[in-house]
């Protein structure tokens, strides 16, 4: 995913690297935070651009005014003589319409995506501000809570380029499986793989739903929500870290025998029989809700989702999704990736006039009566309270937040902030009403036995070059695999391996080899 975000068109890279080489309801608490400093002076107020993504979501608010808008200038703007503007950037287009607004010399004073390798290609030419010095002129309270290891990765060649946000959930993907249906057939929770085989042989040969059309795993190919989990990470074998974060994973230890194994499952009819043309993940979801669906692998909260949970307790009362462990490796470890702890990267163009007072902007934002402000606004109205943890009180018109507790407007952080790490859990819970146990299990178990994506601080070139042509193959890759005949599988396997690594996947490896191996030196 990260790959498809990072392709760019080659004449707005043209375009860009030219443009850019020549440039050099009110919370009480929050209001006394909000106090004037030295960028307040008299005269017309400046204008503070801020991007924010406009997400389509039906019904939003002007993305320029409303509740949250409002509180920000009114508790940021008018003490520092500002206004804050925000400049909407479509979710699903934004790396094309970044590029082109950085091309122009029209970006927001304050921009941001969640591709790092963008980023680093805006510093490598130059296009964006060495923040360093400004933060420690103006960003002390924003460098305390983010704190180094989260600010390291915005770090590229030695120099504060990008101000990351702190992720606050790390959870990623979870497995889930219907326990009512194992209770009828008298199975336990299946703890590895074998007996997760059983009890999908068991879903599939006496279907305990009584369902039209039983799917043992629902499957679609999406990449995320009803995914394969961490099959794969049970199958690898040992690599150094060398190996592991500079290979493909169509070479790690182990990959082919977990192919092999979904293959297996796919010629037994044990997975969703046309998951590869389910590009939405619509017919995943409507199998799930429908009650024909006995286990699946998505976001670690996905079940607990409101569309997902009601529509499914509608169409079948009494199914009981639990969130499980399943794919123990040879260690006796259940391998799962998590997420980085840092989120979306801010940054500032080159192009900026008003580089210390974004900087000024970020930092009265990390204060944590602000933070919870734009969170969840007012009590009664936004949220209510419930032992100590607020629960949000969805909302239409100005008070809409069009993401998750207004991420797209709280640009220092990626999910619930209230300053205590089992607070913020709480909270994850308590957006699944009557599912807060089942959530904080989940929770736990897909923060054990993690690892977290390698960041490079060197944009891959090849990785540029061929991203995008050898993400698709990948994809039609694994779907060749899965419903090939299982005669076939070897052969074909090391055929496609083969065709990978020649259509750019050799030339990504070996740049990869030779940036991990530069950092590791500078790190000497």
Not at 378 to 403: C, F, L, R, W, Y
């Amino acid at each position: 995913m990260k790959t498809k975000k990072a392709l760019v068109l080659l004449p707005v890279l043209t375009l860009l690297t030219s443009a850019l080489a020549g440039c050099g309801g009110d919370d009480p608490k929050a209001s006394q935070s909000a106090s004037p400093t030295d960028t307040a002076a008299s005269g017309p107020p400046v204008t503070l651009t801020v991007e924010v993504f406009d997400r389509g979501i039906q019904g939003q608010p002007d993305l320029n005014n409303n509740t949250w808008t409002r509180y920000i200038n009114e508790h940021f703007g008018k003490p520092n003589n500002a206004i804050v503007k925000f400049v909407p950037v479509p979710r699903s287009q934004e790396i094309d319409k970044l590029n082109v607004l950085m091309a122009a010399g029209e970006a927001p004073d304050i921009s941001f995506t969640y591709d790092s390798a963008t980023v680093s290609r805006y510093a490598k030419i130059n296009g964006i501000m060495q923040l360093d010095d400004i933060l420690a002129k103006d960003g002390k309270e924003l460098t305390n809570y983010l704190g180094k290891t989260v600010l390291s990765y915005g770090v590229f060649n030695g120099k504060q380029m990008a101000i990351p946000a702190k992720r606050t959930s790390l959870a990623w993907i979870g497995m889930f499986i219907r326990k009512d249906w194992l209770d009828k057939l008298g199975m336990p929770v299946p703890t590895n793989r074998d007996e997760l085989y059983n009890a999908l042989v068991a879903f599939r040969d006496k279907n305990p739903g009584g369902v039209d059309g039983v799917i043992p795993w629902g499957v679609a190919a999406t990449g995320m929500n009803y995914s394969f989990g961490n099959v794969s990470e049970s199958f690898w074998g040992k690599q150094s870290e060398e190996e592991f974060v500079t290979a493909p994973g169509w070479l790690r230890p182990g990959n082919k025998d977990a192919l092999k194994f979904l293959n297996k499952l796919y010629n037994e009819k044990l997975i969703s029989p046309d998951f590869a043309l389910d590009k939405t993940a619509k017919q995943a979801d409507a199998d799930v809700t429908n009650g024909k669906v006995g286990f699946f692998s998505a976001n670690w909260d996905y079940p607990l989702r409101q569309n997902i949970s009601e529509s499914l307790k509608a169409n079948a009362p009494d199914a009981n999704f639990v969130p499980i462990d399943t794919f123990k490796n040879d260690e006796g470890k259940y391998k799962k990736i998590a997420y980085n702890e840092n989120g979306v990267n801010v940054f500032i163009p080159k192009s900026s006039k008003n580089a210390e007072l974004a900087i000024k902007y970020l930092n009265w934002m990390s204060n944590p009566d602000v933070l919870f402000f734009l969170q969840y606004g007012q009590e009664g109205v936004n949220h209510k309270m419930a032992d100590g943890i607020p629960q949000v009180i969805n909302q239409t018109g100005d008070n809409m937040q069009t993401s998750y507790l207004n991420l797209d407007y709280t640009l220092v952080v990626n999910g619930v902030e209230l300053g205590d790490p089992e607070k913020n859990i709480k909270a994850l819970a308590a957006s699944a009403p009557g599912l807060e146990e089942v959530a904080k299990q989940s929770y736990k178990i897909n923060t054990m036995d993690t690892y977290t994506a390698f960041f490079f601080d060197t944009p891959n070139e090849s990785n540029i070059k061929y991203g995008k042509t050898l993400s698709d193959m990948g994809n039609q890759m694994t779907d060749k695999l899965i419903v090939c005949k299982p005669a076939e599988f070897d052969s074909l396997y090391d055929k496609l391996v083969e065709e990978y690594m020649a259509a750019g996947g050799k030339a990504v490896m070996d740049e990869n080899v030779k940036i991990y191996k530069a950092m590791q030196s500078n790190k000497k």
